[in-house]
T-cell receptor, first 114, second 115 residues
Framework: AQSVAQPEDQVNVAEGNPLTVKCTYSVSGNPYLFWYVQYPNRGLQFLLKYITGDNLVKGSYGFEAEFNKSQTSFHLKKPSALVSDSALYFCAVRDSGGGFKTIFGAGTRLFVKA | GAGVSQTPSNKVTEKGKYVELRCDPISGHTALYWYRQSLGQGPEFLIYFQGTGAADDSGLPNDRFFAVRPEGSVSTLKIQRTERGDSAVYLC?????????????FGPGTRLTVT
């Protein structure tokens, strides 16, 4: 069965510092991995995805994520955090071997302090 | 262009009543998904449509929940005999097609409160 774990409910960073939001997954086949962000009173927005190829993927707003197959991880990173990055972040996985379900993690709330 | 829209944005109903939640996907998107999001949780998959047919309804919690997409565009999620535990935000998403490498475009959600 597919599953996603986001081990941190909340991450606090100071503006200008690097940030990491952690995600690990479990699928039976090869994973399609996604990060979405949810701002207050707004819908979920796509940030980036890993499908195949280069393990480091770059997405919107300066975010990037690294796929690590041996550690079954897909951590979200940004070199320099902004206060406006404060939001709720969701990692999601889909099994490339078939099926239509996308499984979401419980989310990690990011607070960036000025 | 227009994104995914959902109506109503809020719905308050009494326990035991019937409700319908509507989703208008992005024009041309053939894949449509319904999710339920409870407070403090990520979206929980309910059902997936490819065109007019429900290709995967394994996430529907019980037979009180039903969804249709008769013309392959607008979809309606129907909940019969609502229970307080059905209270949640119901999210709709669409994508250009079913292949898993497409990201999903989410609507703002319908907040359902069952009193």
């Amino acid at each position: 069965a597919q599953s996603v774990a986001q081990p941190e409910d909340q991450v606090n960073v100071a503006e200008g510092n690097p940030l990491t939001v952690k995600c690990t997954y479990s699928v039976s086949g090869n994973p399609y991995l996604f990060w979405y962000v949810q701002y207050p009173n707004r819908g979920l927005q796509f940030l980036l995805k890993y499908i195949t190829g280069d393990n480091l993927v770059k997405g919107s707003y300066g975010f990037e994520a690294e796929f690590n197959k041996s550690q079954t991880s897909f951590h979200l990173k940004k070199p320099s955090a902004l206060v406006s990055d404060s939001a709720l972040y969701f990692c999601a996985v889909r099994d490339s071997g078939g099926g239509f379900k996308t499984i979401f993690g419980a989310g990690t709330r990011l607070f960036v302090k000025a | 262009g227009a994104g995914v829209s959902q109506t109503p944005s809020n719905k308050v109903t009494e326990k035991g009543k019937y409700v319908e939640l509507r989703c208008d996907p992005i024009s041309g998107h053939t894949a449509l998904y319904w999710y339920r999001q409870s407070l403090g949780q990520g979206p929980e998959f309910l059902i997936y449509f490819q065109g007019t047919g429900a290709a995967d309804d394994s996430g529907l919690p019980n037979d009180r929940f039903f969804a249709v997409r008769p013309e392959g565009s607008v979809s309606t999620l129907k909940i019969q005999r609502t229970e307080r535990g059905d209270s949640a935000v119901y999210l709709c998403a669409s994508s250009p097609e079913a292949s898993g490498f497409y990201e999903q475009y989410f609507g703002p959600g319908t907040r359902l409160t069952v009193t």
